[in-house]
């Protein structure tokens, strides 16, 4: 048999994204009563690194079936580092340019990555957070339309539409339709959004809970607090949440460590919101399956001077 009949020449990196393993934190407390389990999705196996290679795609492959994004194009947008990496990722992957504005606090490692893939990069203030981000690359599209694709990550429906067709199909699956708690910290909204309402949808008894910081100034990179944010995301629907659950960022590193040193476990500080948030309710149930999302692995954050604190048994009481 010749080699090109015996490779699938077909598949490709786009091919990659999705269908990422459901992990179940056995380790993380060991007090949780024996009917109740807390499952993560571990979204770095995405080859993008994080859960936002699913946004990505979709917003760019919308773009390109309404003719917004066509060859020559770039594709610009505002990131706090993960979306960014997935459109440089992906847009290399499809023969797009990036052109992107961030925090100019944004880990070194996430700048060199973005950067190594190609993307242009348009740094802004930091202690405006990712409303000044968003405002430059608006007024850089308002001012050159014709040469960039704006995916508007904050607006963009395929943006949640994305978890409503793979995230939460592939969490519905994964649990055998047994999943009761949703958990989800709030960026854009999209993976909340869109997952939870899948998710309501199969089991109009699961309960949705969003995840964001303790007030307007945090460490949590990606991570809005909505009522002091100046730029509400326009996909967030703040009814869909039973309740959002408030995390402290020295929580959120807290539990970074933890689950390194206890599930072996390297991911984010979101990643780690997101734990913190889920033990918590997973704390006050008899009986239950509460999943929630590993937005992406550590590998981004390790200059971070959080990893270095702690006695490897911080974050129990979490």
């Given at each position: 048999?010749?080699?090109?009949?015996r490779?699938?020449?077909?598949?490709?990196?786009?091919?990659?994204?999705?269908?990422t393993?459901?992990?179940?934190?056995?380790?993380?407390?060991?007090?949780?009563?024996p009917d109740?389990?807390?499952?993560?999705?571990?979204?770095?196996?995405?080859?993008?690194?994080?859960?936002?290679d699913?946004?990505?795609?979709?917003?760019?492959?919308?773009?390109?079936?309404?003719?917004?994004?066509?060859?020559?194009?770039?594709?610009?947008?505002?990131?706090?580092?993960?979306?960014g990496i997935?459109?440089a990722?992906?847009?290399?992957?499809l023969?797009?340019?990036?052109?992107?504005?961030?925090p100019?606090?944004a880990s070194p490692?996430?700048?060199?990555?973005?950067r190594?893939?190609?993307?242009e990069?348009?740094?802004?203030?930091?202690?405006?957070g990712?409303d000044?981000?968003?405002?430059?690359i608006?007024?850089?599209?308002?001012?050159?339309p014709?040469?960039?694709?704006?995916p508007?990550?904050?607006?963009?429906?395929?943006?949640?539409r994305a978890?409503e067709?793979?995230?939460?199909?592939?969490?519905?699956?994964?649990?055998?339709?047994?999943?009761?708690?949703?958990?989800?910290?709030?960026?854009?909204?999209?993976t909340?959004?869109?997952t939870?309402?899948?998710?309501?949808?199969q089991?109009?008894?699961v309960?949705?809970?969003?995840?964001q910081?303790d007030?307007?100034y945090?460490?949590?990179?990606?991570?809005?607090?909505?009522?002091?944010t100046a730029?509400?995301p326009?996909?967030?629907?703040?009814?869909?949440?039973?309740a959002?659950?408030?995390?402290?960022?020295?929580e959120?590193?807290?539990m970074?460590?933890?689950?390194?040193?206890v599930e072996?476990?390297?991911?984010?500080?979101?990643?780690?919101a997101?734990?913190?948030?889920?033990?918590?309710?997973?704390?006050?149930?008899?009986?239950?399956?509460?999943?929630?999302?590993?937005?992406?692995g550590?590998?981004?954050?390790?200059?971070?001077?959080?990893?270095d604190?702690?006695?490897?048994?911080?974050?129990?009481?979490?």
């Amino acid at each position: 048999m010749a080699l090109e009949e015996r490779i699938d020449r077909r598949r490709t990196l786009i091919d990659l994204v999705g269908n990422t393993p459901l992990l179940r934190l056995a380790r993380i407390d060991l007090d949780l009563p024996p009917d109740v389990a807390v499952y993560a999705k571990a979204e770095w196996y995405n080859p993008g690194g994080s859960v936002k290679d699913r946004p990505a795609l979709w917003m760019i492959r919308d773009g390109e079936r309404r003719g917004l994004l066509r060859p020559g194009m770039r594709i610009a947008d505002a990131t706090s580092g993960n979306t960014g990496i997935a459109y440089a990722t992906l847009g290399a992957a499809l023969g797009y340019r990036v052109t992107l504005a961030l925090p100019a606090n944004a880990s070194p490692e996430r700048l060199r990555i973005l950067r190594s893939l190609g993307a242009e990069l348009v740094l802004t203030d930091p202690l405006e957070g990712m409303d000044a981000a968003i405002r430059r690359i608006r007024a850089l599209v308002q001012e050159y339309p014709e040469r960039y694709f704006y995916p508007d990550q904050y607006n963009n429906p395929a943006n949640p539409r994305a978890h409503e067709e793979s995230t939460g199909p592939e969490i519905w699956v994964q649990t055998g339709g047994q999943v009761t708690h949703f958990v989800a910290a709030l960026g854009t909204s999209g993976t909340f959004m869109g997952t939870g309402r899948f998710l309501r949808a199969q089991n109009p008894n699961v309960r949705l809970f969003a995840v964001q910081p303790d007030g307007p100034y945090h460490a949590l990179e990606g991570v809005k607090h909505m009522a002091t944010t100046a730029l509400v995301p326009g996909i967030y629907d703040p009814t869909l949440a039973d309740a959002i659950i408030e995390v402290r960022s020295e929580e959120a590193f807290a539990m970074a460590r933890r689950l390194a040193r206890v599930e072996g476990l390297m991911v984010g500080v979101s990643a780690a919101a997101n734990v913190v948030a889920a033990l918590r309710i997973a704390r006050e149930l008899r009986r239950g399956v509460v999943v929630t999302i590993l937005c992406d692995g550590a590998a981004k954050y390790l200059s971070d001077h959080f990893w270095d604190d702690g006695d490897g048994r911080d974050g129990e009481g979490i």
